[in-house]
């Protein structure tokens, strides 16, 4: 295990690292507490909260070192600012957006991210910054024989304190009393005569001022780049699912885990350390699927909203000749297009084929997956190995539909109990560990260096001919999923998001039904990253990556969810816009980011949003 | 004579607070059950024990000898069991006809995934829509029907699968006194036809006396009574926590 031997005993490695992961956590906790106080009072997920730590982090760094601002002074005003951004995102961005479906607020947040993604580095520089040491704190302490940083020592005990500070400010304010009570009991909250656009205010300020402080204070320990946005907030959703949605002490708790966590695989195993964090939430979701500290009053997790989110009606007859009408005009223009274009059209058809399978669980079933990568880099290197094995593209595709249809099988079986934001997490935890798993087994996958050479044979090996195979998976996928929709699989799906208990009671097979449309959805998925890999020619880990399961549900929102074309349309704005965006400047993802965050406000139902609302 | 629902001993607690303390007592096949209590006495949570959504800390359910506890609701529900929710939940993104061919479509495999629902078998949802009296309303979306409607749709539901009994949780609350009568002809009709067991709960002391052949009352999780409707009527103690202060019941019917 610990190579104790040649650092010298066992002990002191145990200790030190100990303290190391504590020291840790502290700001992780910080973050985390934030994100579970804005959960528990308002239900939104605030993808963008680790971009608050990270500006929060930033100003501290500015005051510091442009201003000369003492660093004792500028945590606390790198905190207010956070707050303010915390007030401003609430108000401008979310504050429309709460009767609306619930990922609509996700959505926003993750616009939020693309646009700080592109701005953060513009305003600070790409390059890493170094935090300044905290003044009077710099020394460091003997302990058996080794040497610990007395800043440590000071964010060890400051987790406890902000956590008993917390406790006050919730238990002894009316403004804590307000917060506990639409934490455990919206209609009580309601009861109370609570001013929910000023509650919600403030939380959000209190969240994010506690993720800036979490961020400036983290300075002195960590250096400061761009992507820490993403690396902390999936830290801090692993926390707070751990933890509990809604609880502190949990969130306390499972940071120090955490934490501890990191600073032990650290050194034992550094590049499963993140694979080990998610297996960990898995296990404790498995156990207890409402988090370690989780109440069953508390927090429900799938909250129904006003706006339905399963589709309407059916796939209307209309829908469907469109779509037929569609595949026919795509087919024959195989022979006008140029190459490039067809290349485009085909990464647009293999974005189409992953946004139905996505539609699939999260409009149909109201399954929400944050983590549907898994399933398409289930089927991209089901399909690459195939095809590297010698196997003909299509043969390839059919074993790398079924490896995914089969792990999704088997993720639904294992996840039947779980819903709302849970559910997302363990999804996004299942595609990190198929993730770490494509890194490490380098015999398989090659690791970091993915698989190469995978080009199609005749006659799939031209644009036209590649444009086409992808063109008719689409229409059988399509035709298939149709069908499935009509037929009693998709009103099962349907009923049991409209009411679960009714339909359980009705004796209708729910589990077994979403089971089998995790299967679907999945092979589905899998088909599409079957395809990527062919028309990339190689395989990558980043099959797996957080950004792709995201990108599949802003195609989802994007398009509508209500209505059965939406993910198509979605799939296909979403695809075509980006790459006319890249063409025109580098800074894409804050023009996607932008376009999110006024088509949320603007198109609330999504670009088909009218059309499904029409339908009803 | 062995009951068709005979209930032992139930106990069931939320946060250490108890809501059912050693709930016992026997309905027999065919009979009409009433289930009394001031709200909060527990009516609900023993119906969703019963109903397998809910489980008890402790006792035993057994349906035509055969326990009940520990099973799934889906389980519960095909051993004969249906039930109606206090709040109605209809599936608001189906229509009328389609949630109770839903319902009706039993069996099939395969073909569950690939037939349309529109090609299964409708004689049985046009039959049970006719007994509720919804026939007019078969192609209505759920979402848009009335309060009293979405009552109906849900007896439907309930009788579609032709179960052996029947739970009901405030089936007629909100309703005029002439929709109850005509809502509890229509299970009585059913009990009669079919040997259909019924247990409802119900605030309104006219329909309980007129429609249940026995009533329970429960107190604050426990059953304090449990007896035919004069019994009870007569009882001391339920008079005294339920029926007293001069309400509907203890004026002769
Ligand atoms: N899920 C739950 N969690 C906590 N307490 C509950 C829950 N469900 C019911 N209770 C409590 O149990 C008691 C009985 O409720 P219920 O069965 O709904 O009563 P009734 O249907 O007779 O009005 C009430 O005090 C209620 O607050
Ligand atoms: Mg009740």
Redesign the interface.
């Known amino acids: 295990m610990a190579p104790g031997g040649e650092n010298g005993g066992r002990m002191d490695f145990i200790l030190i690292q100990t303290l190391n992961g504590l020291a840790g956590a502290s700001s992780l906790f910080l973050v985390a507490a934030g994100l579970s106080l804005i959960f528990g009072v308002t239900r939104v997920v605030n993808f963008a909260h680790g971009t608050v730590f990270m500006i929060g982090a930033y100003v501290a760094w500015t005051l510091i070192d442009r201003l000369g601002v003492n660093f004792w002074l500028a945590a606390p005003l790198a905190a207010l600012a956070a707050a303010a951004l915390g007030a401003a995102i609430e108000i401008l961005v979310l504050r429309r957006l709460y009767t609306g479906h619930e990922l609509l607020p996700l959505l926003a947040t993750f616009g939020l991210v693309l646009v700080a993604h592109d701005l953060v580095p513009l305003i600070w520089g790409a390059q890493d910054v170094i935090g300044p040491r905290a003044p009077g704190l710099e020394g460091a302490v003997s302990l058996m024989g080794r040497r610990l940083p007395v800043y440590d020592l000071f964010l060890i005990g400051f987790a406890p304190t902000v956590l008993a500070g917390l406790w006050l400010v919730l238990h002894r304010t009316r403004f804590g009393r307000f917060v506990r009570a639409a934490t455990d009991d919206r209609e009580m909250a309601a009861a109370l005569g609570i001013r929910q656009d000023r509650l919600f205010t403030g939380v959000f300020m209190l969240g994010c001022a506690l993720a800036g402080l979490g961020g400036a204070l983290q300075l002195p320990r960590e250096t400061l780049h761009h992507s820490l946005d993403t690396q902390v907030v999936v830290s801090a959703f692993v926390v707070v699912v751990i933890g509990g949605m809604g609880s502190l002490g949990g969130a306390f708790v499972a940071s120090a885990v955490v934490g501890l966590v990191s600073a032990f695989g650290i050194v034992v195993w550094p590049q499963g350390t993140l694979a080990m964090l998610f297996l960990i939430m898995a296990a404790v979701l498995t156990l207890r699927p409402r988090g370690l500290f989780g109440r069953a009053g508390a927090p429900e997790p799938h909250q129904p909203l006003a706006l339905p989110s399963p589709p309407a009606t059916g796939y209307p007859r209309a829908a469907r000749r469109l779509t037929v009408a569609g595949f026919a005009a795509a087919a024959a223009s195989a022979l006008v297009l140029s190459p490039f274009a067809l290349d485009l059209a085909s990464q647009a058809l293999i974005a189409m084929l992953f946004a139905a399978a996505l539609h699939l669980l999260v409009g149909w079933a109201g399954l929400i997956s944050f983590g549907h990568a898994a399933f398409l880099g289930l089927g991209g290197y089901g399909a690459a190995l195939a095809l590297k094995g010698g196997a003909p593209l299509p043969f390839a595709l059919a074993a790398g539909a079924l490896a995914a249809a089969l792990g999704a099988a088997a993720f639904g079986g294992l996840a039947r109990r779980m819903r709302g934001v849970y559910l997302a997490m363990l999804t996004l935890a299942f595609s990190q560990l198929l993730h770490a798993a494509a890194f490490q087994w380098v015999t398989a996958t090659g690791g970091d260096n993915g698989i190469l050479g995978l080009w199609p044979e005749p006659p799939f090996d031209t644009p036209e001919g590649f444009f086409l195979l992808v063109l008719g998976c689409c229409a059988a996928t399509f035709a298939l999923l149709a069908r499935l929709y009509r037929a009693p699989f998709g009103f099962v799906l349907r009923a049991a998001q409209d009411a679960e208990a009714r339909a359980r009671a009705d004796a209708l097979p729910v589990d077994g039904t979403r089971v089998a449309a995790f299967a679907v959805s999945g092979g589905v998925a899998g088909l599409a990253g079957g395809l990527l890999v062919a028309l990339k020619g190689s395989a990558f880990p980043t099959l797996f990556d957080i950004p792709q399961s995201i990108d599949g549900l802003v195609m989802v929102l994007l398009g509508g969810i209500a209505h059965p074309l939406g993910p198509l349309i979605g799939a296909a704005a979403y695809t075509l816009g980006v790459d006319l965006i890249t063409t025109v400047t580098p800074h894409w993802q804050m023009i996607v980011g932008g376009v999110i965050l006024v088509l949320a406000q603007a198109a609330p139902g999504g670009l088909l949003g009218r059309a499904a609302r029409g339908r009803r | 004579m062995t009951a068709l629902l005979s209930v032992r001993g139930v106990r069931k607690s939320y ?1 250490g607070t108890p809501v059912l303390e050693d709930v016992g007592f026997d309905i027999p096949a065919g009979e009409i059950a009433a289930l009394i209590g001031a709200n909060g006495a527990g009516k609900s949570t023993l119906f969703s024990i019963l ?3 809910a489980d008890a800390d402790g006792g035993s359910v057994l349906l035509n000898g055969a326990p009940l506890l520990g099973l ?3 389980a519960v ?2 051993r004969g069991v ?2 109606t ?1 206090q709040t109605s ?6 229509d009328v006809l ?2 109770l061919r ?2 009706a ?1 039993r069996g ?1 495999g395969w ?8 090609a ?1 078998p409708e004689a049985a949802a046009r039959a049970v829509l006719a007994e509720v009296g919804l026939e007019a309303l078969a192609e209505a ?1 759920c ?1 848009a029907l009335s309060y009293g409607d979405a009552k109906r749709l849900e007896l439907a ?2 009788l579609i ?1 032709d179960p052996t009994l029947l739970l009901m949780d405030e089936p007629t609350a909100g309703m005029a006194p002439a929709e109850r009568t005509a809502f509890m002809d229509l299970v009585r009709t059913r009990s009669r036809e079919r040997g259909l067991t019924v247990l409802f709960t119900e605030h309104d002391m006219a329909t309980v006396f007129g429609f249940a052949a026995r009533v329970l009352v429960l107190d604050r999780g426990r059953l304090i009574a449990d007896g035919d409707p004069a019994a009870v009527r007569a009882d001391e103690a339920v008079r005294r926590v339920y029926l007293g202060g001069g309400g509907a019941a203890t004026k002769p019917l």
């Open positions: 946060g109903g397998g959504a799934r609701p889906e529900a095909r249906s039930r929710f939940t209809p599936y608001r993104s189906l389609d949630s839903l319902v479509a099939g073909r569950r995934l690939t037939r349309p629902l529109s299964w979306p979402a539901l309930a699968r």
